[in-house]
């Protein structure tokens, strides 16, 4: 079954709309979805109306030095917004009452670059309107720029999220955050608890087409034996970064374009080049291989008309006529 979303899973355009619209930040299909009470589309238009060029204007110098801080941020957010919510919880130190969400295991290879760019964001942001604008606030906006400026497609966010008290315990950050070793029927049961359904996790998963990876996340792929779903060349490129289960080096999350945010991860995934378990299932697992089918090469057409088959165009077929007598009569 393809819907109308997972249509636009396969385009690069999708992957973001539907990212959006899980971090409720979308104003997606032309803003007629409704937003979060308390969220609004112009709530720092009068106390802070220049938010958001600060914080492009910033991101745009710190991505011209180093693209790779896009995926940071775009993490980041999503570590925040899946436990407790987007309530900036992740940024907060850990205090008397014990370890923070930072130390739980899933954060401790979020980038701490990362951190220190939403701290200099938020400083800037003070400096200009005073303290008005949330942590969660920017953090959504910093993410919402990292997908745009490298690539992606760039979309509003309803805004007015306070920052969180509390930060999350180590059990509940690992219980929201699914480990890479997942297979898809894993992934399904964890995320439909958050009410994500199948097509929601392959465009979630799409955020993997930016970024990097620790060896120790994808190592348990390759040794002591390796995942026959795994592309054999793709292994090998594999296992010459990670020459051990516990190097300590970095691999790209999408070969095809890693610093771009496009639709290649999942072509990735149809080449059985996805960097994790939770990856390279979606495509092997027949609910969410789905969604994610697109037909390439001589497969399929280009419609002239978006709505009818080229088959059933009549305009189309009579112009096609039109054309041969045409060529006929240069004759
Ligand atoms: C669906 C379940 C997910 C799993 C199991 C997962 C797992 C992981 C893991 C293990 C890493 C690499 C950590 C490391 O070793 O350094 C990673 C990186 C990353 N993830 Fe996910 N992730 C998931 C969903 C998402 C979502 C929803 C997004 C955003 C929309 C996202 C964005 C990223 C990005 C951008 C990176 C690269 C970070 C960087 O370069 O610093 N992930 N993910």
């Known amino acids: 079954m393809v819907s109308s979303i997972s249509h636009m899973l396969l385009t690069l355009l999708s992957t973001s709309l539907l990212l959006c619209t899980y971090f409720h930040f979308a104003k997606a299909q032309g803003g007629s979805q409704p937003i979060v009470h308390g969220l609004s589309w112009t709530y720092y238009d009068s106390s802070c109306p220049k938010l958001e060029s600060i914080v492009r204007k910033e991101l745009k110098k710190v991505f011209k030095d180093d693209i790779g801080q896009a995926a940071g941020l775009l993490r980041l957010h999503f570590h925040d917004c899946f436990v407790q919510g987007c309530d900036g919880s992740v940024l907060l130190d850990g205090s008397a009452s014990g370890p923070s969400e930072q130390d739980a295991p899933p954060n401790l290879s979020l980038r701490a670059k990362a951190f220190t760019i939403i701290d200099d964001l938020r400083r800037r942001v003070q400096n200009k309107c005073g303290r008005v604008v949330s942590c969660a606030d920017i953090t959504a906006l910093a993410a919402r720029d990292a997908v745009f400026l490298s690539g992606g497609p760039d979309y509003d966010i309803p805004l007015g999220r306070r920052d969180g008290l509390n930060f999350a315990t180590t059990s509940a950050t690992l219980a929201n955050l699914p480990p890479p070793s997942f297979n898809t029927t894993s992934l399904l049961t964890s995320l439909a608890t958050m009410n994500f359904t199948a097509t929601d996790v392959v465009a979630l998963s799409g955020g993997h087409t930016i970024g990097i990876s620790h060896c120790t996340s994808f190592t348990d792929r390759l040794y002591p034996t390796q995942d026959p779903t795994m592309d054999k060349y793709f292994a090998g490129t594999l ?79 009579s112009s096609v006529v039109e054309k041969e007598k045409e060529a006929w009569s240069a004759f």
């Open 239 to 317: 296992k010459s970064t990670c020459p051990a289960a516990n190097s300590n080096n970095t691999a790209v999350l999408d070969i095809r374009s890693p610093n771009r945010f496009d639709n290649k991860y999942y072509v990735d995934l149809m080449n059985r080049q996805g960097l994790f378990t939770s990856d390279q299932d979606l495509y092997t697992d027949s609910r969410t291989r789905s969604i994610l089918s697109v037909l390439t090469g001589s497969q399929g057409e280009i419609r002239a008309n978006c709505f009818v088959r080229n088959s059933d165009n009549v305009a189309l077929l």
